[in-house]
């Protein structure tokens, strides 16, 4: 099992930063490749972006390349989400994830899931 609780969420004007956190406790959490999903009101959840077990290797959506970066601390058990140049569209319940893959996009691929931490960006 592995717990998942996220933070850093909150308020902030397009164009300003948020760095979420997700802290995992339980089971070994470098074994895990970790991700970020965000759920926006009346829509279905996307991919955001993920980081392998060690952190070599990640991946991120299109719409938030060049923006957001995924990093991740396994001393502290710890991946954060470094949100720059927010914009409206950013507005979101976000989630971090863990799955046993080396490395993923797909939601079906993560076993473990946070509460989630609400993103909100005012234009």
């Known amino acids: 099992q592995v717990q998942l609780v996220e933070s850093g969420g909150g308020l902030v004007q397009a164009g300003g930063s948020l760095r979420l956190a997700c802290a995992a406790s339980?089971?070994?959490?470098?074994?895990?490749?970790m991700g970020w999903f965000r759920q926006a009101p009346g829509k279905e959840r996307e991919f955001v972006a993920a980081?392998?077990?060690?952190?070599?290797?990640?991946y991120y959506a299109d719409s938030v390349k060049g923006r957001f970066t995924i990093s991740r601390d396994n001393a502290k058990n710890t991946v954060y989400l470094q949100m720059n140049s927010l914009k409206p569209e950013d507005t979101a319940l976000y989630y971090c994830a863990a799955s046993p893959h080396y490395i993923s996009r797909r939601e079906a691929d993560y076993g473990y899931w946070g509460q989630g931490t609400q993103v909100t960006v005012s234009s």
């Open positions: 980081i392998s077990l060690t952190g070599g290797s990640s």
């Open positions: 339980g089971r070994t959490f470098s074994s895990y490749s």
